[in-house]
């Protein structure tokens, strides 16, 4: 078992570029959930998917979008990149109501110049 | 409004000694508290957990207190090891939850001292 992997793990991006993240995870999980963690500021939720088909916005939505069109995938995109978006981005899946506990994987480092 | 705290940023300690990491929360509703694990360059682990109905809860050398009326919980590491080291994040769970969203904390960084 793979986990939760995530794909790039490094990336520098010029302002109004655009890029996706891809989340994988071999878990069977309903649930997954995009993060964002910045320096003092903890695991902030992006958005996040209940399920195969569908979306929802969390703590810090503005400025992604997000796509769920197969169960184990979980996509991250950034349309025009800005300089704020500077993070770690990290993936989570879980069981959801039966199991409180999200599985991390190992992130991205994304730079925005 | 940041309803999970954790207000200490760093903690360095001894090896071998007690290590204790506290954390605040605001929201009454929470019903599930964790705490995740996470090393530079890695992604968050889980470590322990607890449920509002339980007041500790314990696994080897790390043991979780929870006090509601006080809306705070501690995680405490005995003996604490080098390896120990990393920054440690609250996290909880509000009922009823159909979306298993969990709310961290700041992180607190541990460091262990040979």
């Known amino acids: 078992n793979a986990g939760v992997t995530q794909t790039p793990k490094f990336r520098v991006l010029k302002t109004g570029q655009s890029m996706t993240l891809l989340c994988a995870q071999d878990?069977?999980?309903?649930?997954m959930y995009w993060y964002r963690q910045d320096p003092g500021m903890g695991l902030r939720l992006i958005h996040y998917s209940v399920g195969e088909g569908t979306t929802a916005k969390g703590e810090v939505p503005d400025g992604y979008n997000v796509s769920r069109l197969k169960k184990q995938n979980f996509l991250l995109g950034l349309e025009s990149a800005a300089p704020s978006q500077t993070s770690v981005y990290f993936c989570a899946s879980g069981s959801g109501p039966s199991g409180y506990e999200q599985y991390f994987g190992p992130g991205t480092r994304l730079t925005v110049t | 409004d940041q309803q999970v705290k954790q207000n200490s940023p760093s903690l360095s300690v001894q090896e071998g000694r007690i290590s204790i990491l506290n954390c605040d929360y605001t929201n009454s509703m929470f019903d599930y508290f964790l705490w995740y694990k996470k090393y530079p360059a890695e992604g968050p682990t889980f470590l322990i957990s607890?449920?509002?109905?339980?007041d500790k809860n314990e696994d080897g050398r790390f043991t979780v207190f929870l006090n509601k009326s006080a809306k705070h919980l501690s995680l405490h590491i005995v003996p604490s090891q080098p390896g120990d080291s990393a920054v440690y994040f609250c996290a909880a769970s509000a009922k009823p939850s159909n979306t298993g969203k969990l709310i961290f904390g700041q992180g607190t960084t541990l460091q262990v001292k040979p």
């Open positions: 878990m069977n999980h309903e649930y």
């Open positions: 607890i449920s509002s109905i339980k």
